[in-house]
């Protein structure tokens, strides 16, 4: 009698993920042109463990993303470069399906809790031009080939 022995490590992935946002447009209301390009450039790293059932893979992934959020003043007496730390952690529920043994189409939902939230304003302006929200989320679709 031969006993199946559960893996040490259920099926899992890393992924160490790198993306840069360009340049956002943050303008004052009623004054065309001036305000503040938002840019971010960041890192991640996430766990994912996944439940594969022949082609079809569900994966919960957590993580963190560290990266670098930049403001350019656009349009103002004196425009300035702002650059900050980003940091969030991240939940990212998707499913993913591999047509092809190399190849594997996703999609996933990001949900991204803001550790620090910055504020973004002019000098003199009565009101704030941007902060952070607390929580974010972002919508993606990828393309894998696996080696």
């Not at 993303?65 to 952690?89: M, Y």
């Amino acid at each position: 009698d031969v006993a199946r022995v559960p893996p040490v490590v259920p099926d899992a992935r890393l992924d160490v993920r790198g993306s840069y946002w360009f340049p956002s447009p943050l303008r004052f209301p009623g004054y065309t042109g001036s305000g503040a390009d938002l840019s971010l450039a960041a890192g991640a790293v996430r766990g994912c463990p996944r439940r594969v059932q022949r082609t079809i893979a569900l994966q919960i992934c957590g993580g963190i993303e560290l990266g670098v959020l930049q403001a350019q003043g656009v349009g103002l007496a004196r425009t300035e470069r702002a650059r900050g730390l980003w940091a969030a952690g991240l939940l990212a529920p998707g499913v993913q399906w591999r047509p092809l043994r190399r190849l594997a189409l996703g999609v996933e939902g990001e949900a991204l809790v803001a550790f620090t939230r910055r504020t973004y304003a002019a000098r003199g302006a009565p009101e704030l031009l941007y902060t952070v929200p607390p929580i974010g989320l972002r919508v993606s679709a990828s393309l894998a080939v696996i080696f």
